[in-house]
């Protein structure tokens, strides 16, 4: 039998203490107590809502709270508004101002207290198992009116949002989604489909992925692994976010998992014996946090990502995804064992593994294991409008953006297979290949609000976000837990406006959305900004930046040194001995004198020599530049003197690394005509 929200508001209890008690009806439903449900909770929350976080688990904060202490920010001027707000309260437990690394206790901790402070009802436990609907003639479009869980629950409420890292709401709303990677015909994208060849996490020396028999060995896929460019129904590898710890007072051995069996690792097996010498920094990613423990990532050929594993579980049933996680669980921690007392690998590495061990006070309500398996993409909503990779890289803005994304496409591998006289193993007649590794820099751009709302047609009173539309490369970067939290606050703040206003989510008033969301320091435009950046549209003259140069050579993005005009500045590869050049060429207005200036941020490890070539109207003439030394009164220009020049796009600047007795900065340059 069916029972209604006001039998179970005894359910809301934290270990630490009770929430406030549920209303007979919510004005909003949160399912998925990730991070973004849990920001976006407490957003619809302080808008005057009475809201239900529905867990799924025994734990709210999804990942942030279950391993990945080590923030994926990429650039954090634009991580802005409630996500911000979360890791100053981080830092203040720490005594800092805020804080991006930290142990996932304190996460937790952490988001506890801020929904208690909300007064959001969280329920703990709940799968959801149905839906219902509203009367067909109650709205334009559809609207949910219940969810169900665990087969006897139900909850109603005007509207819904999903926060769950599997989208479980879509398919039983009959929302359109996709799983897997699209084919680079669908939305054009380059780096869409099956990846040719990848050198990141991959096998650099020729493995025989074949056993004595010439059966295929574990951990390699057989079947077919499709054409360089084709789309396909696989998912990128999960893996769990370890807590480890060198400290012996707190460090629990690597448990030895059931059915323990070391021939699962003949792969692993065979690519120590192929590279010696390597360390557990080439095998795993142990990136320390505070109190020496770590946020211990994949790295590597043969890492914590279980490589394949994770194809079947976005459409999986709860059983079926139950076997899948513990089949996860027991390749992770037979990996360490392995490692830590399989006489086959080397002692020095083994000596090393076993200076570690799992944090004893953390997870301690499950062994010491993380709670949350790093889910890095299930399914993918269709909705109003689908991020694509062209959104991330040449149409970075958006008239109805709720908030930024700045971290690389990153997909992990997708599957290991096995190769035949591969041309990157000469000599070789069978090797294995890691397939699906994706890392190419974004700048930072502009999120969507449609990308979070369903089609019209589909549904009017639900928002997503976790699984956002967005492909399979757009996804790779919007997936990043700031940029979840960013859209949580920005769905609860919509969810409350429409609630006001009695409308579907798709007919929120965005540009007074925006406003709301500016108010609470969301950064929805780059110039909402304040840490470092200057937005060239401000300066007088004409400003070039150097992403509008040409260049050649090697160079490299950065914000590490403030402030920079526009997203970034450039550095030459290397602190001395390159010829990469950077030429700016801009349209003139008129022919004249001009006062250029020069940006660049001094540090002591920049060149002191820059050789600066100006093409004036009396020819070439060369300036050098101290980049050590501030810039003087117009920072963080440098005056470089008044030339005289041709109008058009004749007088160029080059700006030239050559020579250097440093790292070669370009950050952009201006023309200010002289009377």
């Known amino acids: 039998m069916v029972r209604m929200l006001s039998c179970l508001i005894a359910a809301a209890v934290f270990s630490l ?15 998925g107590a990730t991070a973004a449900g849990t920001i976006a909770a407490i957003a619809a929350a302080d808008a005057g809502l009475h809201v239900v976080l529905l867990a799924s688990g025994q734990h709210v904060g999804g990942m942030v709270a279950s391993g990945l202490g080590r923030t994926d920010y990429g650039n954090k001027a634009v991580i802005g508004g409630m996500s911000r707000e979360f890791f100053k309260r981080v830092g203040k437990h720490y005594g800092e101002k805020i804080s991006w690394f930290f142990e996932p206790h304190v996460a937790e901790q952490v988001y506890r207290d ?56 879509l398919p039983l709303a009959h929302v359109s989604y996709t799983v897997g990677r699209e084919g680079r015909d669908v939305y054009g994208e380059s780096l869409a489909g099956r990846i040719a060849y990848s050198p990141k996490h991959q096998f650099t ?96 050929a043969i890492s914590t990502d279980y490589i394949g594993g994770s194809w079947a579980y976005p459409e ?30 080397p ?87 890691n397939e699906g590794d994706m890392q190419v820099p974004v700048r930072p751009y502009e999120i969507a609000y449609r990308a979070l709302a369903p089609k019209w047609e589909q549904c009017g009173n639900l928002l997503v976000v976790c699984c956002v539309s967005a492909s399979h490369v757009a996804y790779s970067s919007i997936r990043m837990e700031p940029q979840y939290m960013i859209m949580g606050h920005a769905a609860g703040d919509a969810i409350a406006q429409a609630f006001h206003g009695h409308s579907a989510v798709q007919d929120v008033n965005v540009s007074r959305l925006q406003k ?50 526009g997203l970034d500045y450039l550095h030459s590869e290397k602190a001395s001995g390159t010829n990469a050049t950077v030429r700016f060429n801009p349209e003139l207005p008129a022919a004249g004198h001009y006062e250029i200036r020069f940006a660049y941020s001094p540090y002591p490890n920049r ?29 963080p220009f440098k005056s470089l003197g008044v030339f005289a020049l041709d109008m ?26 002289v009377d």
């Not at 999986?316 to 690998?345: C, M, N």
Request: hydrophobic residues 35%; glycine residues 8%; charged residues 25%.
């Open 516 to 565: 709301t969301l500016r108010a609470q320091h969301q950064i929805i435009a780059l110039e909402d900004a304040d840490a470092g950046y200057i937005n060239p549209r401000s300066l007088p003259g004409i400003v070039e930046d150097a992403d509008q140069a040409d260049r050649t050579g090697t160079w490299h993005r950065s914000t590490t040194v403030t402030p920079f005009v």
């Open 347 to 433: 002692p020095k590495l083994q000596a090393e593994v076993n200076s570690w061990g799992l944090a004893k006070d953390e997870f301690t309500d499950t062994d010491h294991w993380p709670h949350q398996l790093y889910i890095r993409e299930a399914r993918r909503m269709i909705g109003e409008y689908v991020m694509r990779q062209q959104d991330l890289q040449t149409q970075r803005t958006k008239p109805d953006s709720i908030g930024m994304g700045s971290y690389n496409s990153d997909s992990h591998n997708v599957q290991r297979i096995p190769v035949k006289n591969d041309p990157h193993f000469p000599g070789a007649a069978a090797a294995v290949l």
């Open 17 to 31: 203490g009770a929430l406030a008690e549920a209303p007979e009806q919510p004005d909003l439903v949160v399912y």
């Open 114 to 169: 801020w929904l208690k402070e909300a007064g959001v009802t969280v329920l703990f436990g709940k799968r959801v198992t149905g839906l219902s609907w509203t009367k067909p003639d109650a709205h334009k479009t559809k609207w949910i009116g219940s969810i169900e869980v665990n087969g006897d629950e139900r909850y109603s409420a005007p509207y819904f949002i999903d926060a769950s890292y599997e989208g479980d709401l």
């Open 607 to 635: 060149a002191t020599n820059v050789a600066i070539t100006i093409k004036t109207l009396k020819g070439l003439e060369t300036v050098h530049v101290n980049e050590r030394k501030a810039p003087g009164p117009h920072a």
């Open 316 to 345: 999986a049933d709860y059983a079926t995804r139950k076997k899948i996680w513990e089949k996860h669980k027991r390749y992770t921690q037979g990996f360490f064992y392995f490692l830590a007392h399989d006489p086959s690998v």
């Open 205 to 300: 020396v020729p493995v025989s992925p074949y056993d004595a028999q010439g059966k295929l060995l574990p951990l390699v896929y057989g079947g077919d692994p499709g054409k360089p460019g084709e789309g396909d129904k696989k998912v990128q590898a999960y893996n769990f976010r370890l807590c480890m710890t060198q400290n012996k007072d707190n460090m629990v051995p690597w448990p030895k998992p059931e059915g323990y069996d070391p021939a699962q690792f003949e792969l692993l097996k065979r690519y120590l014996a192929a590279k010696p010498g390597l360390q557990l920094k080439d095998l795993c990613h142990p990136s320390l946090l505070k109190n020496g423990k770590t946020d211990t990532n994949n790295n590597g």
């Open 648 to 673: 058009g796009k004749v007088s160029y600047v080059e700006v030239s690394a050559k020579g250097a007795d440093g790292y070669v900065v370009v950050d952009a340059m201006q023309w200010i005509p």
